[in-house]
Structures are given as C-alpha cells and as structure tokens.
Nanobody, 120 residues
C-alpha cells in the first residue's frame, strides 16, 4: 500500500548538481521523520540527512553546505538538492520515511534506491 519512489539519479561530473525526489503514495495517516541514506559499493549504508515533521534537519558532516533537504507536504514529496558533487558522493541513494497508516503503529519504509554516479 505505502510506497516510496525515488527519482533523479544519474551521471554527473564532479562539481555538478543533481536533484533527487521521493514521492510517498498510499493511504497514510501521518508522516513523521524522513531522510536520505546512501550506500556505496563495499560500504555500509549511511545517513545523509534527516528531516523531522516540523522541518528540522540534520546532515552528515561530509555533505554540510553542499546538500539541502526539503519537502512538500501537500505533494507528499521530499527532495535532496545536491551541489558541488564529489566522486565520493557516488552511491545508491535511498528515501526513508517513518509513516503511520490508519489503525496501525509507526513503521519505517524504504524506497528502491536511485543511482548517483559522480565522475572525476
């Protein structure tokens, strides 16, 4: 029922920009904390940034000043604006959200991931 779908990934040169989107669909009662995570080959998945329902965001140090998270509650869409991209940003980026459906408790959902490749 509940689905998170990412889009916007692709190939970009170092120093370039990219904008990722995550659309939440389904019958939803409430959306809590959301975020973007990434996983590079051979590495653990790491948190890139999270944003609370109130709009407060927390970034991993490596992307501070370069990435910006935002969301449109009416469209149930979250964005990740990435600027000054570096080769080390190359990874599969995943959308994450804590969602409560009608008659149920909070549950964590993940998107399928979108590939971001930054060439040197």
């Amino acid at each position: 029922q509940v689905q998170l779908v990412e889009s916007g990934g692709g190939l970009v040169q170092a120093g370039g920009s990219l904008r990722l989107s995550c659309v939440v669909s389904g019958t939803i009662f409430s959306i809590g904390t959301m975020g973007w995570y990434r996983q590079a080959p051979g590495k653990q998945r790491e948190m890139v940034v999270v944003i609370t329902s109130g709009g407060r965001s927390t970034y991993v140090d490596s992307v501070k000043g370069r990435f910006t998270i935002s969301k449109d509650n009416a469209k149930k869409t979250m964005y990740l604006q990435m600027a000054s991209l570096k080769p080390e940003d190359t990874a599969v980026y995943y959308c994450n959200a804590n969602i409560r459906t009608y008659g149920s408790d909070w549950y964590i959902y993940w998107g399928q991931g979108t590939q971001v490749t930054v060439s040197s």
